[in-house]
């Protein structure tokens, strides 16, 4: 429970945040790189996108899931009536792993070690699905500040739903890379995509 005198109005973290992540998006599509030769030699449409896709692929993942997390993060927000020094360091540390994924997603869009890029990646976003989490679980059951319209029983389902789709999703990602590195990425995608469409009761 916050104590009534660190209390803060949320309008600035919220505006930080979004400021944050919208520069982790900027610099995702920074990271491409054109080809070393490409300023000496003419280069076919086929030959651009065959040096795009591997780079593209990476890319449209974490933007994917750097988006979903701006959404989720702007449906915390609006269920917050303030914030406090506890909830400020959570979220910050929440942008901290957020703001890990650019250099992985990066590596993985090279042509070599792509099982070790993802590992990395994968573990990034593992340490960033526990760290929304952290934030999450504290804003709603240690903080005195969520509103909702759900019993206390709801939540605590929705909780461990939500620990169950992802840290342990990123964790079997994980094992999935010794098998194929795709596979892993492919999982990670379809279970981003199911926090597209937003729960109709918040």
Excluded: C
């Excluded at 599509?29 to 054109?34: G, I, S, T």
């Excluded at 240690?142 to 169950?164: H, M, P, V």
């Amino acid at each position: 429970m916050a104590d009534s005198n660190s209390i803060i109005d949320k309008a600035r973290l919220e505006n930080f945040s979004d400021g944050v992540i919208a520069i982790l998006i900027t610099i995702l599509v920074m990271a491409f790189e054109m080809p070393e030769d490409f300023l000496i030699r003419k280069y076919s449409i086929i030959e651009l996108l065959e040096n795009l896709i591997p780079q593209l692929i990476p890319y449209a993942i974490s933007f994917l899931v750097i988006a979903v997390h701006l959404f989720n993060h702007h449906i915390l927000f609006s269920k917050m009536k303030a914030v406090d020094a506890s909830f400020i360091w959570l979220n910050l540390l929440f942008l901290f792993s957020l703001s890990l994924i650019v250099y992985p997603t990066a590596l993985l869009g090279q042509v070599h070690n792509q099982e070790a890029a993802t590992m990395l990646l994968v573990g990034v976003y593992f340490l960033k699905a526990v760290t929304f989490r952290l934030l999450h679980h504290y804003a709603i059951f240690n903080s005195g500040l969520f509103k909702t319209e759900k019993t206390k029983k709801e939540l605590r389902k929705d909780a461990i739903i939500s620990w169950l789709k992802g840290p342990l999703v990123e964790v079997i990602a994980f094992l999935l890379i010794f098998i194929n590195f795709k596979l892993a990425l492919g999982l990670i995608f379809v279970a981003t995509l199911t926090y597209v469409i937003p729960p109709k009761k918040l």
